[in-house]
């Protein structure tokens, strides 16, 4: 039996897109509702939806604010799961004075340098990747046991709603 690559089985593949947003040499990171961990802003792409589109619709669905998708920072999958992550920095159209958001808890800039610990480990290797300057980054994430235990309880959490 021949397995099928990432192009040849698409309509299994999750897609996601997350965005890099500086301001002022900050960076933005979110917390969703439950999960006492940041992030970068983002989330799952619409059925065969462009990846830029995506990501321009959601940073305006879910901080309404017109962005500008600028340069792919990494295409990242991982080992254990069949899901492709596209990661672009973003710039704000119109620099914002207050962002509004319904569909996170809390959102802050942070020093891009002194990142907060609480940091999924996937996009803390993201945002390391972006200030390298040295993209886009094609990067398959092995296994990690904390990880998946975050994920599933992501998971868990979702289905709760």
Do not use: C
């Amino acid at each position: 039996m021949i397995k099928k690559t990432y192009a040849e089985s698409s309509e299994k593949i999750l897609k996601k897109a997350y965005a890099i947003v500086i301001r002022n040499g900050l960076i933005l990171l979110v917390r969703r509702q439950g999960m006492p961990v940041w992030d970068l802003p983002g989330g799952e792409l619409l059925p065969n939806e462009n990846e830029r589109e995506g990501m321009q619709r959601l940073v305006k669905e879910q901080l309404s604010f017109d962005n500008t998708v600028e340069d792919l920072i990494g295409i990242y999958t991982k080992e254990y799961r069949e899901d492709i992550t596209y990661v672009y920095k973003v710039q704000e159209t119109i620099s914002q004075s207050k962002m509004e958001s319904h569909d996170y808890v809390a959102f802050n800039f942070f020093d891009i340098r002194n990142l907060p610990l609480n940091i999924f480990p996937d996009q803390n290797r993201q945002i390391k990747d972006y200030l390298s300057g040295r993209y886009p980054v094609r990067l398959r994430f092995k296994q990690n046991r904390w990880l998946i235990r975050i994920e599933k309880f992501i998971k868990e959490h979702k289905k709760g709603k």
